[in-house]
């Protein structure tokens, strides 16, 4: 059996599209359009080509992008005063601090000064409990991006089995949630999990946020399987040549899964086309709008 290809790159189009075709209207009710603000503090390049591709595509939308690049020696408290700034600016709709921050940065403050209206990267406490408990929220932007994949392929999610491999606030945490609300029954797996193998191999989802190249083999995945690999790890091919691959072992895996996402060109393109989509959701709750359909 091979698995069918989960392509990000065209369901994330799909979406970024219908966010365009959503901002005319918002303009014309709010005379103005929604805003993204962005800040890279540093020049980590991983991190700076993901902020220039979220600004491109704020732009591709028809929405405003403020960019706020800030030099690694910035200091917490300059940087909390920015956030503070554009949490006053009324053109700023969503506010995205890049992370990893410098050391003498602490995230977790930066994350909590952000006003939640405004977190459409959805790490706010606020978000999160929001979340949690079933509450509208903003939510993180990969795992929706995850969720978004496995309901176009699986329609219903109710009743399967999931299995989420890594506990992370950004992806683990926030997924987990998202499957529990789809009525999934969800196991989160991590580093002190004793029979890792074992237990991916009950999963009828598996999603695999872990950070590590090709860790999940394709003898753990049951056969059928739907596989999401939000991992993006940096490996040298046979040919000395740089490549990324994800967490899944994907040839062995493409072998045994019902659908799996490649990587790249699966989960990647997912999570800025739901930054996109969460700013327009923002907007549209900032301006007392309800939130625009079929997003
Ligand atoms: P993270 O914060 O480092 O968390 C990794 C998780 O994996 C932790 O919960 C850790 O367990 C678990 N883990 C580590 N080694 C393990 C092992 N041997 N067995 C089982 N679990 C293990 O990473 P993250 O931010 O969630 O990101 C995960 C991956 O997704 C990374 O490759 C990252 O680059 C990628 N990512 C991609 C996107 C995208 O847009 N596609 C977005 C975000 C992240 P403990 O908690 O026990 O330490």
């Not at 602490?106 to 209206?117: G, K, Q, S």
């Not at 929220?137 to 109710?158: H, I, M, R």
């Not at 997924?175 to 991916?200: F, G, K, N, Y």
């Not at 040298?236 to 072992?249: E, I, N, P």
Request: net charge negative.
């Amino acid at each position: 059996m091979t698995a069918k290809r989960i392509d990000g790159k065209v369901a994330a189009q799909a979406i970024r599209e219908r966010v365009a075709a959503h901002v005319p209207e918002f303009e014309r009710i709010a005379g103005r359009a929604p805003g993204l603000a962005t800040v890279l503090v540093g020049e980590d390049p991983a991190s700076a080509v993901y902020v220039r591709s979220k600004n491109r595509a704020t732009a591709e939308a028809g929405m405003v992008s403020f960019a706020h690049n800030l030099p690694d020696t910035t200091t917490e408290e300059d940087l909390l005063q920015l956030v503070i700034d554009l949490n006053a600016d009324a053109r700023v709709d969503g506010i995205l601090v890049q992370l990893p921050l410098p050391r003498q940065i602490n995230a977790t403050r930066v994350i909590e000064t952000i006003d939640p209206a405004k977190d459409v990267d959805g790490f706010h406490p606020m978000n999160a409990g929001r979340l949690a408990t079933g509450l509208p929220a903003l939510v993180p932007c990969t795992p929706f991006g995850c969720l978004y994949l496995l309901k176009q392929e699986l329609g219903d999610l109710s009743g399967l089995e999931a299995v989420v491999v890594g506990r992370s606030n950004i992806v683990g945490k926030p997924m987990a949630q998202l499957l529990l609300i789809e009525h999934c029954t969800v196991t989160v797996a991590h580093s002190r999990t004793r029979d890792l193998p074992a237990t991916v191999r009950r999963a009828d989802i598996v999603v695999a946020a872990v950070g590590r190249a090709e860790m999940v083999r394709g003898d753990w995945i049951k056969p059928g399987a739907y596989v999401i690999d939000v991992g993006i790890n940096r490996s040298l091919s046979d040919d000395g040549k740089g490549r990324l691959v994800g967490d899944v072992a994907y040839g062995e895996a493409v072998e045994v899964a019902g659908a799996i996402t490649p990587v790249p060109g699966g989960v990647g393109p997912m999570t800025i086309a739901m930054l996109m989509r969460n700013t327009l959701v923002a907007a549209h709750r900032r301006a007392g709008m309800a939130d625009p359909e079929g997003l």
